[in-house]
């Protein structure tokens, strides 16, 4: 079997949805890797720019895989690790890397007939989800009606953002301690609408120095904080080991890493309660499964945050240490509009099939249609 094309489509899906109570627009590449047996495999990455992202695995990393076999995972990875990082770069190059990887997993199930979830080992089929919420504009009695109604709808584990804009407007010398003030009073509402029972993350998303996320931690013990996702700008190890001594608020971090080496460095400083690789980001499905081994050597669990839900759900699923899925508001995001034989969730909990592969079923023509409007 070899490869015969790769094609990355940069995608904005126009349909919009309410994601913690305001509109957003998803925006996605979508790999296609073709084979010479008539087995297509589909891949998907984003958060960053996608666009940019699709350019990358036309013109740099389609040619150095086409004409080899796709279930060669580990050499294509190398190739391609080479060819768009010659220098140890991440970024772009790893979400590049890890849509055409996650294609090459689809290929692999379906040439078994297995789902991915098996071939990586088959630890569980149910996943509990976790939604995200809590869009820093809402109001507080906004942001309390969105949590009561996750809840009304079965799911046991909130995650609502704080910390924002926090350093990503740095030049505009944002004013911390009124960000930090602000994010108490919005925790204890939502804790207040919620109840004791619910589970309840906070997700800084990298934005917050050392003395703000240590403050907000210690302030937010009171409140029952399932864990603190990405409290300090770079996921820096020594300041989150650091942390993690002071607070009794769990840690996780890891979403936007590209490559396993920074899950290394997290997990000897003992910096981390839950690794978190995304297999859209982590340089796919191979690398991902490679920091779900080393999390496990230092008994630490994995947990995915940074979406793609239907994708990492076979890593969770399959790896022994694997444990929650992140949802958001609006449901799957772009996935809801663009594939059928997407996962079930009921009351609250993921279900995977035994369809072959990732069990996706891109609707080519609506794919179509997104990539003529981007």
């Known amino acids: 079997m070899k490869i015969t094309k790769v094609t990355a489509t940069h995608l904005n899906m126009s349909a919009r949805h309410a994601a913690g109570g ?67 770069q991440t970024g772009y190059a790893s979400h590049a890397i890890a849509a055409i990887d996650i294609a090459l997993w689809d290929i692999k199930g379906k040439l078994t007939g297995l789902p991915v979830w098996r071939l990586l080992g088959g630890a569980r089929r149910k996943l509990q989800i976790y939604i995200t919420f809590g869009a ?14 996750i809840v009304s709808k079965g799911y046991a584990r909130l995650k609502m953002r704080v910390g924002r804009p926090g350093l990503s407007r740095r030049t505009e010398r944002p004013a911390m301690d009124d960000i930090v003030s602000a994010d108490i009073k919005r925790i204890a509402a939502v804790r207040d609408a919620i109840g004791p029972d619910v589970g309840l993350a906070l997700d800084a998303g990298n934005r917050l120095d050392y003395p703000n996320a240590v403050r907000l931690a210690k302030e937010a013990e009171q409140y029952n904080i399932a864990f603190f996702e990405e409290p300090i700008t770079q996921n820096d190890p020594a300041l989150m080991a650091q942390m993690r001594r002071i607070s009794r608020v769990p840690l996780a971090a890891g979403q936007n890493e590209g490559l396993p080496f920074s899950f290394k460095q997290l997990l000897v400083a003992d910096a981390l309660d839950y690794a978190q690789p995304n297999v859209a980001i982590c340089s796919g499905v191979t690398q991902a499964l490679k920091v779900a081994g080393m999390a496990a050597a230092f008994n630490v669990p994995i947990s995915n945050g940074g979406g793609h839900a239907p994708h990492n759900a076979h890593l969770q699923a399959g790896a022994i240490n694997g444990s929650m899925i992140e949802c958001h508001v609006g449901g799957f995001g772009a996935y809801d509009q663009m594939y059928e034989g997407l996962p079930t969730i009921k009351d609250g909990w993921l279900e995977l099939t035994d369809a072959p592969g990732f069990g996706l079923v891109p609707d080519l023509d609506r794919i179509k249609s997104a990539a003529a409007k981007s």
């Not at 589909?42 to 695995?57: L, N």
């Not at 820093?136 to 109604?149: G, H, I, M, N, R």
């Open 136 to 149: 820093e504009k809402l109001s507080l009695d906004e942001t309390q009606a969105v949590a009561k109604d």
């Open 22 to 88: 305001l509109d957003r627009e998803d925006t996605t590449c979508f790999v296609a890797v073709e084979t010479d047996e008539g087995i297509t495999g589909y891949g998907q990455t984003g958060i960053t720019q996608t666009d940019i992202v699709a350019a990358c695995v036309n013109k740099t990393l389609a040619p150095v895989v086409i004409g080899h076999n796709p279930l060669d995972v580990e050499n294509l990875g190398h190739m391609m690790y080479w060819a768009a990082s010659p220098w140890g």
